[in-house]
């Protein structure tokens, strides 16, 4: 009987909401809720299926962008350079596209991706230089360099393979389309990655207490290095979601990318100060960052308005999870 009392008690509606309310993606989830019940209340056209596919589509290019800044922050670290990163790679296969050669528009795509960002990854941890100045120089080089090689010229995309993501997997009220679908694919599996293997939970020591890894057998330098050319993957992902989405490769596109993806992953409850936070709560965030800037372009709002809204919530959840590194370390 005693033990029937307790699995009751384990399971009453006040045990499950302090099991929610303690995971991190709960502030992000509510906020998101209360966002959009805020906007489907003062706008008419917000809580719609045509527009509801829209934020889903908004979000597919930032959203997996962010998943590699996600793995960048869990080991402390930041990349300023993500968004210039898949810019490259999308002018390069715009280029060689224009050749007709899409495979190895493709290959070279991934190659510039993931090279770029393990060079990223190769100077931090062999120079043990801050990933903000590190990245921050990548950033001005890439963007400067995808100007030089495209003559400041953008590439239109006629692949139907390139532009594939942009696509509707399928119709009706609400419109799904395959880079929504790679999305929660990539989420999905990254999750997994991050919380079911050896991989993930070396990723996660690190960001906590790098000396301590390293103490206990972790390659820190190694795992470092690896996160770091994992994100160029999912940066090529999410630039061959930007040409489904736009099928122009333009040098001067996604310039605030990198600031989105940290926003969103801010938002979503991962701490700057690495360890903490996962790629679901990165997902909630970066439908956060599109909810808010539709919700307030349909109510009529400036868009430098936006910026500021914006701005106004980063700094908040900066603060957020300032205050609670704090309370954790007391």
Known sequence: MAGTSGARQA????????????QPMAGPLIALVAISVFFSLTTSTFLTPR??????????????LALGQTLVILVAGIDLACGAIMVLGTVVIGSLAADGNIALAMAMGLLVCVGAASLNGGIITLLRLPPFIVTLGMFTALQAGARLYTNSQSYPIRSDFLTVLGSPAFSGPLTVTWGMLLWIA???????????????VRVYAIGNAPNAARLNGVNVRRVAFSVYSLAGIFYFFAGWQALGRTPIADPSAYQLANLDT?????????SLFGGRGGVVGTFIGALIVIVLKNGLTQAGIDSLYQQIATGILVILAVAADQYMSRAKRS
């Open 11 to 22: 399971s009453s509606p006040r045990a499950l909401a302090f099991a929610f309310f303690s």
């Open 51 to 64: 527009n509801i596919s829209l934020l889903f589509q908004q979000s597919v290019v930032i959203g997996t």
């Open 262 to 270: 940290i926003t969103a992953v801010v938002i979503g409850g991962s």
């Open 186 to 200: 990539l989420t999905i599996v990254l999750s997994y990655a991050l919380n079911q293997t050896a991989w993930g």
